[in-house]
């Protein structure tokens, strides 16, 4: 069935350091990859999304990726603060059923 | 507007129970969606709706019933619960159909002993 794997599951980093989340996907019909933000306790959030059609998208400090090729994508946030530290979960949407990674907690150390 | 509510926020049911989570939104989304979240294992999708009347289940369905009579309610029903049914329960919608911002509910902490 359709799949999506994430890395890594946890990554710390340097406050003002990048950081780089990757996500493969397993179904060519997926189009449109959303990423979101948890912090603890608190509901899903989106940050930034992507489709099929485009490369790269930025919103600030964030950017995604996108290769269709080798079906992956991925999440770098760049100049990370203290206020970054949560899970963030990608997705896919292979003919209209979401399908989320298994997150990846990121800690941002000041 | 309120957006997308979620009742109960805690519930402990013993097994062999049932109950429905309620899941309402006031956006005029038409697309609703029902996640379970546990530990390690990211949101896995149970049952969706595209709209009013049509349903269609997810990765998880079994074990869970659910109904779209309007375009602002979408519940989630246990028809008896198990002890594997212990999760966080999350709703979101969205406006634009499935290609489409999601927004999600606050969640319903759910517990069967």
């Known amino acids: 069935g359709e799949n999506v794997e994430q890395h890594p599951s946890t990554l710390s980093v340097q406050e003002g350091d990048s950081a780089v989340i990757k996500c493969t996907y397993s179904d060519s019909a997926s189009n449109y990859f959303p990423w979101y933000k948890q912090e603890l306790g608190k509901r899903p959030q989106l940050i930034i999304d992507i489709r099929s059609n485009v490369g790269e998208k930025k919103d600030q400090r964030i950017a995604v990726t996108l290769n269709k090729t080798a079906k992956h994508f991925s999440l770098h946030i760049t100049e990370t603060q203290p206020e970054d530290s949560a899970v963030y979960f990608c997705?896919?949407?292979?003919?209209?059923?979401?399908?989320f990674g298994t997150g990846t907690r990121l800690k941002v150390l000041a | 507007n309120a957006g997308v509510t979620q009742t109960p926020k805690f519930q402990v049911l013993k097994t062999g129970q049932s109950m429905t989570l309620q899941c309402a939104q006031d956006?005029?989304?038409?697309?609703m969606s029902w996640y379970r979240q546990d530990p390690g294992m990211g949101l896995r999708l149970i049952h969706y709706?595209?709209?009013?009347?049509?349903?269609d289940q997810g990765e998880v369905p079994n074990g869970y019933n659910v109904s779209r009579s309007t375009t602002e309610d979408f519940p989630l029903r246990l028809l008896s619960a198990a002890p594997s049914q212990t999760s966080v329960y999350f709703c979101a919608s969205s406006y634009g159909g499935v290609v489409d911002t999601q927004y999600f509910g606050p969640g319903t902490r759910l517990t069967v002993l």
């Open positions: 956006m005029n989304h038409e697309y």
């Open positions: 997705a896919a949407l292979p003919l209209g059923k979401y399908i």
């Open positions: 709706s595209v709209g009013a009347g049509i349903t």
